[in-house]
């Protein structure tokens, strides 16, 4: 029978924690005391709801950038009051306060100190009531401050709206019982309806498990699951219709007669009809065992992981004696060896019941495994515990196998969002033999030279698509001056080697990197002359020539035909899936078949890999198969201590000079991916019921759906004349629109392209090149009264203002008038004409 307990289950002895690590380099001062990590120590704050604690926020010690906090939401009612718990865990608050600024930081609202509270043992309960300063249906950022005894001051982030009829009760009230009704013997009773099983839904594993799934595999698939912790609720996002929810806890079963732990967490879109039922838009729950720290999670050649994703953080040595694998917010060494297990690094607390070490806000990075046992990790993102507990950044360790000690070589602090710093980290991060650390921050790629704690920017002006690196990591390519479709050169460097290689495009080329094929590049040239703009303003960049290249310099293969342009390329295994364009009579390029490369690359073999073996009780289970037995039962499992050091090993990284525009997009679950189009952000938005968010934290696009009608009333139709053409009228238009005279025809014979004439004349407007987008996302800002520049393959120019059900609504200047098209017929045409939306919205 399945059954839920509350917090507080003893399951202490699998999360017996005796932490930390030490060192390399001792000539840094005093580093022959080791020591246990320190337990964490600042309180939680929670926003309280009928009685229930949600929005868990953990506290930070330094200011952060509020533009990037946004990891939680809550609308407030036409009273703008707030109820919130603290719980202290024995620490001494003085004094509370909360402030209220834009999402973007740079306006304080409020600052209030909190006065009103009560105390009830280790919990603080304050009703606070926000000043009339707030606009309604607008987000805020809100951050509560405690200021403790020892002189510290903790600071917690959210976000709030002013928005009544937002169901957030209701909305939460639903995720929670359906998580619930889960564990119930009876399930799915009452949530038939909300399951949508079909085949995209995968039913070999419980490690994933989504609304497409059976009602069983939703249901845990007949296995005796107790939920041990008391579920954490976030909201993510929230409109008046729809709502994205976590919920997070520790499950228990039993596996093979032993009582196995793990980590669950679930992500909830769910939305309120208008008579108040609600629906379930996407649900999904991942599972991970907490590894199994004994003798019988090792049985011959095979480590059991348990249900867990197949993608496992893991790296071995060269000879492959020497494996360091992560689990579960847990980082292992296994040394065959010397037949010995160590665990490397845990935040989990001696007994298992500090619901802060459980906060998933880190992960980790294996950076280098070596023959003699030491390994090189980084563990970045937010630190829950130990001497960097309340900061976000990245902590570099070493694991020294002969002292059996970790140390900490390098802290990287950042004042970005826990979230927003892991995609910039998992862009790049590798240590070489040198005691390097390369890493690409903040547009810039840099080396750390940990051995004397200094920075060195070797490039910078790198965004999210100018730069190419291979997955191991180990090689990188990047464009003279950071310049994309303006290259006349490429650098190519070998981190380990630290060699670097220039590759020149040739008299009249431009030169651009495509990727890699492991640490095989593949990059294009195409002619100068056929490098252009269009009328919107994106380039155009056909290459006549693709190469493959390797490391050392040597083309493997070369790609030509007459006639015939690559435009881009996707890359699967050991094909290269080239997307062509050819010219037309006009001399216009229109595209063509695509074609392909297969490179005769051949994948790296471990001596140790992942597989995944079908259990019928607890459907597919993760395996490590090693590259030979293991004695199991002579395996000796260490926990190393930390190094204690003087100084503070702290690395500022430069600032960058160069603002480089990125978009953010948070996944329903929190989890953001950063890119450089705004475009492509948004079809990436749009594939995962996410949102966009930019620069500035405002929103840039949403998913979610759209009003049943809405037009731009104060957009009339204007005919062409003989001094202007559409596209003309359709930029006066919309800078009437916003208040703003200005000769559009003009400025477009200065040279200027339409994004130029929009950027330099829409002051506080960030301008968005929505190439790529359906018409569908683009009606996202005529529903909230935006208007859309759609300039057709022609040259021609018209406003989308509005829609209906069926139709929408268009200023066309061609014919003078404004007038519905069947929504159908309007993708239809856009598409065959080859248009380009442009819109924008407020900073």
Same mark, same amino acid.
């Given at each position: ?5 509350? @917090? ?23 580093? /022959? ?19 229930? +604690? ?8 330094? $200011? ?14 036409? /009273?703008?009051?707030?109820? =919130? ?78 928005? #009544? ?22 399930? $799915? ?22 609304? +497409? ?61 208008? #008579? ?5 838009? #996407? ?5 991970? #065992? ?12 095979? =480590? ?35 037949? @010995?297990?160590? @665990? ?25 495994? /070596? ?54 980290? *998992? ?51 990047? $464009? ?69 290249? /390797? ?45 392909? =490369? ?42 190393? @201590? ?7 090993? *702290? ?193």
């Amino acid at each position: 029978m399945k059954k839920t307990i509350i @917090k507080g289950c003893v399951f202490a002895a699998t999360f017996i924690v005796v932490l930390l690590m030490s060192s390399l380099f001792l000539n840094k001062g005093n580093t /022959d005391m080791t020591a246990e990590m320190k337990l964490p120590e600042l309180p939680l704050v929670y926003i309280n709801m009928g009685g229930e +604690h949600v929005n868990m926020m953990h506290g930070f010690l330094s $200011p952060m950038e509020e533009k990037y906090m946004k990891e939680s939401i809550m609308p407030i009612g036409p /009273d703008r009051k707030l109820s =919130i718990s603290v719980k202290k865990y024995d620490q001494t608050v003085d004094s509370m306060a909360f402030e209220v600024r834009s999402v973007d930081g740079s306006r304080l609202v409020e600052n209030t100190e909190i006065t009103n509270f009560r105390m009830d043992g280790e919990n603080i309960t304050a009703d606070i009531v926000l000043k009339d300063l707030i606009d309604e249906k607008t987000e805020y950022s809100l951050t509560f401050l405690l200021n403790l005894e020892d002189g510290r001051c903790a600071r917690y982030y959210t976000r709030i709206i002013q928005a #009544d009829g937002y169901g957030v009760k209701e909305k939460l009230a639903f995720v929670r019982d359906f998580s619930a009704a889960t564990f119930h013997e009876d399930w $799915p009773s009452g949530f038939e309806g909300n399951l949508e099983p079909n085949s995209e839904g995968d039913n070999s594993t419980l490690s994933k498990v989504n609304i +497409h799934s059976s009602a069983s595999q939703i249901g845990w698939a007949g296995l005796t699951v107790e939920q041990l912790t008391e579920p954490v609720f976030t909201i993510r996002d929230i409109t008046e219709q729809t709502a994205s929810v976590t919920v997070e806890y520790i499950v228990s079963y039993m596996r093979q007669e032993k009582e196995t732990f793990a980590v669950v967490d679930e992500v909830y879109r769910v939305r309120q009809g208008t #008579d108040g039922t609600m629906y379930l838009l #996407d649900f999904e729950r991942r599972m991970s #065992d907490i590894f199994s720290e004994d003798k019988s999670a090792f049985v011959g050649d095979k =480590i059991a992981l348990g249900i867990t994703d197949p993608n496992v953080e893991m790296m071995e040595s060269d000879g492959g004696k020497i494996l360091a694998f992560a689990q579960a917010g847990v980082l292992y060494s296994l040394n065959m060896t010397d037949n @010995k297990l160590s @665990k490397l690094f845990s935040f989990y607390d001696p007994n298992g019941k500090d619901e802060r070490s459980f906060y998933g806000g880190h992960e980790f990075k294996i950076l280098q495994v /070596d023959e003699a046992g030491n390994v090189f990790f980084m563990v970045y993102g937010y630190i829950s515990r130990g001497r960097r507990e309340g900061y976000t950044g990245a902590e570099v360790y070493l694991y020294n196998n002969s002292l059996n000690t970790v140390e900490e070589l390098a802290f990287i602090p950042t004042l970005k969002a826990p979230e927003i710093f892991k995609a910039e980290v *998992e862009q790049l991060a590798y240590v070489n033999g040198k005691n390097e650390l390369y890493m690409l921050l903040d547009s810039q790629f840099i080396c750390i030279h940990l051995d004397r704690q200094t920075v060195e920017v070797v490039a910078e002006n790198l965004n999210g698509d100018s730069y190419q690196v291979s997955e191991s990591n180990r090689m990188i390519v990047w $464009p003279d001056q950071g310049k994309k479709y303006e290259s006349t050169s490429l650098t190519l460097m070998n981190l380990n080697s630290t060699e670097q290689v220039t590759i020149d495009a040739g008299s009249g080329n431009y030169i651009m990197a495509l990727g890699f094929m492991n640490e095989d590049l593949v990059y294009g040239m195409a002619r100068i002359s056929d490098v252009s703009l269009d009328d919107t303003g994106k380039m155009v960049f056909p290459m006549y020539q693709i190469k493959i290249q /390797d490391e050392n310099g040597k083309v493997l293969k070369t790609y030509e035909k007459a006639g015939v342009y690559v435009t881009g390329c996707s890359m699967n295994e050991n094909q290269i899936i080239l997307d062509r364009v050819e010219k037309d009579g006009e001399g216009n390029f229109v595209p063509c078949e695509n074609d392909q =490369i297969v490179s005769g690359v051949v994948d790296v073999q471990r001596s140790n890999k992942i597989i995944t073996i079908p259990l019928e009780e607890y459907k597919n289970i993760t395996e490590i198969q090693m590259k030979s037995d293991l004695d199991g039962k002579k395996l000796k499992f260490l926990t190393p @201590k930390e190094v204690l050091y003087e100084g503070s090993r *702290e690395i500022q990284i430069p600032q960058s000079q160069i603002a480089e525009e990125s978009y953010y997009v948070y996944s329903p679950g929190g989890e953001v991916t950063i890119m450089s189009a705004a475009g492509e952000a948004i079809n990436l938005a749009n594939d995962i019921a996410g949102t966009v968010m930019g620069e500035s934290g405002a929103y840039i696009w949403r998913r979610g759906r759209l009003n049943v009608k809405n037009q731009i009333m104060a957009i009339e139709g204007v005919p062409v004349t003989e001094e202007k053409n559409s596209l003309a009228v359709c930029l006066d238009s919309l800078f009437s629109y916003e208040g703003i005279m200005r000769n559009s025809e003009y400025l477009l014979a200065q040279g200027k392209t339409v994004q130029e004439v929009l950027e330099e004349n829409l002051d506080g407007m960030q301008v968005l090149d929505l190439s790529g987008c359906s018409l569908e996302s683009v009606l996202y800002y005529p529903d909230r009264e935006i208007p859309v520049l759609a300039i057709l393959g022609d040259g021609n120019a018209v406003l989308i203002i509005g829609f209906n059900e069926k139709n929408v609504v268009l200023m066309n200047p061609e014919m003078g008038s404004v007038y519905k098209m069947g929504m159908n017929e309007a993708a239809q045409w856009f598409e065959e004409t080859g248009c380009h939306f442009l819109s924008y919205v407020k900073k």
